[in-house]
């Protein structure tokens, strides 16, 4: 350094207490933005109704049907979880014009096996998105015979790692053949479930612990007929038919016309 180069020590100003509140005060926003806010847990929504009212809705269902089937056709477990694993995004009247024929001769996973994809992509032609459900069939044939020895297992997880079987076909098949008071939780029961308010729920999951906690324990085996049945021939999507609605006086939906007349 020369003598006329000043001291660059010399030079520094200390930082005006200003500035410096400014500074920390940056500093601390800053850190405080990139820490992410915890998410607030969601409430589950609540049901409409008391347990009285609860039971007496599905009282109702049980004195008017005692004992509700699905109205798909089938002659034993297998061919009940292929039928249901072809209905998907289907009609249970379209799968039954296509599986009544196929299941006379076709009954059992070997058999299945033994048809070929061809032979029963050609059978099912008529229902929706039929290559892959063949294609599927075929697999959790072959797949029942080599990990359960050819037999149903009458476990959720167990049929959930077969092909083209999710959490409702899974629950479908419990409850109809092996009589396990599950809840499949298809469009009609989920939109039922937030129309009427009996499950609220944002997905099918959520509707099903919904229901599980909703239902009275003695019509648990049968809830998701009734309400499947129902969903399909009285509470339809477009216009419920209220007038013939046997719960319209209970029915806490605001669609509801009976109720609002009154």
């Not at 589950?44 to 049980?62: C, M, N, Q, T, V």
């Not at 002659?75 to 009544?100: H, I």
């Not at 029961?189 to 999951?205: D, E, H, Q, S, W």
Request: hydrophobic share 40%.
């Amino acid at each position: 350094m020369t003598a006329n180069q000043p001291d660059p020590r010399k030079s520094r100003k200390p930082a005006a207490p200003a500035a410096k509140a400014a500074a920390a005060k940056a500093a601390k926003a800053t850190k405080t933005a990139a820490k992410p806010k915890a998410a607030k847990p969601r409430r589950a929504a609540r049901p409409r109704y008391s347990k009285d009212e609860l039971y007496a809705i599905f009282a109702r269902f049980h004195a008017a049907n005692p004992e509700p089937t699905g109205e798909l056709h089938y002659v034993n477990p297998y061919t009940l979880l292929v039928a249901v694993a072809l209905s998907a995004q289907a009609t249970d009247v379209g799968v039954n014009k296509a599986t009544r024929p196929l299941f006379e001769t076709v009954d059992t996973p070997q058999k299945m096996v033994e048809l070929g994809e061809d032979r029963l992509r050609e059978a099912i032609k008529t229902i929706g998105l039929f290559r892959n459900k063949a294609k599927n069939v075929i697999a959790l044939s072959q797949l029942l015979i080599d990990r359960f020895g050819g037999e149903v297992p009458q476990d959720r997880e167990a049929l959930e790692t077969l092909p083209g079987v999710g959490r409702k076909t899974a629950n479908v098949v419990l409850n109809i053949a092996f009589g396990q008071p599950t809840i499949a939780v298809d469009t009609h029961l989920f939109r039922l479930g937030n129309r009427i308010g009996v499950a609220p729920g944002k997905t099918p999951l959520e509707v099903e612990k919904a229901l599980e906690k909703a239902v009275p324990s003695e019509f648990l085996l049968h809830a998701h007929h009734w309400l499947i049945l129902h969903g399909r021939y009285i509470c339809k999507a477009r216009k419920p038919d209220c007038e013939k609605c046997l719960i319209a006086d209970l029915c806490k939906s605001p669609e509801n016309t009976r109720r609002q007349a009154a």
